[in-house]
């Protein structure tokens, strides 16, 4: 799915987006990143998702909260064995977001082209995995759409959300600096 339809749905404010060095960031990481989320973080960068969703975005260092909850999400594929009839070991797994339920959004890097890496969700409250044959950006869609056949997140705050608000952090705090609520308006 094109990166436009998830930009006609949810427009990055001004300022929004990253600029990566895709080439030197996945030498470090040790692996190359699907291109829906690299138009994703072209376009939008690290930030919120109606103030629940956490996209996450790769150091160039191999560090920091991708890293950490990575981490986290390979210990808990290793805690609970996956997912039964599927082949895949905790290192081939890859977080990109986090929600506020704690719920895990990754990739299962089950082939050499990561744009056919699956996207697997940890759901906190039902504490399982779970599998869904779409890359990153129709996951989003789809969720906003409720076109799945029941929510993959373990809360409904994007579910069905025809016009999703996403907010860097920057442009949050500019807001909240204004004295107004970045989020006002957004159902949590």
Same mark, same amino acid.
């Given at each position: 799915?094109?990166?436009?339809?998830?930009?006609?749905?949810?427009?990055?404010?001004?300022?929004?987006?990253?600029?990566?060095?895709?080439?030197?960031?996945?030498? *470090?990481?040790?692996?190359?990143?699907?291109?829906?989320?690299?138009?994703?973080?072209?376009?939008?960068?690290?930030?919120?998702?109606?103030?629940?969703?956490?996209? &996450?975005?790769?150091?160039?260092?191999?560090?920091?909260?991708?890293?950490?909850?990575?981490? *986290?999400?390979?210990?808990?594929?290793?805690?609970?064995?996956?997912?039964?009839?599927?082949?895949?070991?905790?290192?081939?797994?890859?977080?990109?977001?986090?929600?506020?339920?704690?719920? &895990?959004?990754?990739?299962?890097?089950?082939?050499?082209?990561?744009?056919?890496?699956?996207?697997? *969700?940890?759901?906190?409250?039902?504490?399982?995995?779970? &599998?869904?044959?779409?890359?990153?950006?129709?996951?989003?869609?789809?969720?906003?759409?409720?076109?799945?056949?029941?929510?993959?997140?373990?809360?409904?705050?994007?579910?069905?959300?025809?016009?999703? &608000?996403?907010?860097?952090?920057?442009?949050?705090?500019?807001?909240?600096?204004?004295?107004?609520?970045?989020?006002?308006?957004? *159902?949590?």
């Amino acid at each position: 799915m094109s990166i436009d339809v998830l930009l006609s749905l949810m427009p990055p404010h001004v300022g929004a987006g990253s600029v990566i060095d895709w080439d030197a960031t996945e030498k *470090v990481w040790g692996s190359p990143f699907p291109t829906d989320y690299k138009e994703f973080v072209k376009h939008y960068g690290a930030g919120s998702i109606e103030n629940f969703l956490a996209v &996450l975005q790769p150091s160039p260092d191999g560090s920091g909260r991708m890293a950490d909850e990575t981490s *986290v999400a390979q210990e808990l594929w290793e805690e609970l064995e996956g997912i039964p009839d599927v082949e895949a070991e905790s290192d081939r797994i890859l977080a990109w977001a986090m929600d506020g339920t704690a719920d &895990l959004l990754c990739w299962m890097r089950t082939e050499d082209d990561p744009d056919e890496w699956p996207v697997v *969700v940890y759901r906190r409250l039902e504490d399982a995995w779970q &599998l869904y044959e779409c890359g990153m950006v129709e996951f989003l869609t789809r969720v906003f759409r409720a076109e799945f056949p029941q929510n993959p997140l373990s809360s409904t705050a994007m579910w069905g959300v025809p016009t999703p &608000l996403f907010l860097t952090r920057r442009e949050a705090t500019r807001i909240r600096e204004s004295g107004r609520d970045p989020w006002e308006g957004v *159902v949590e």
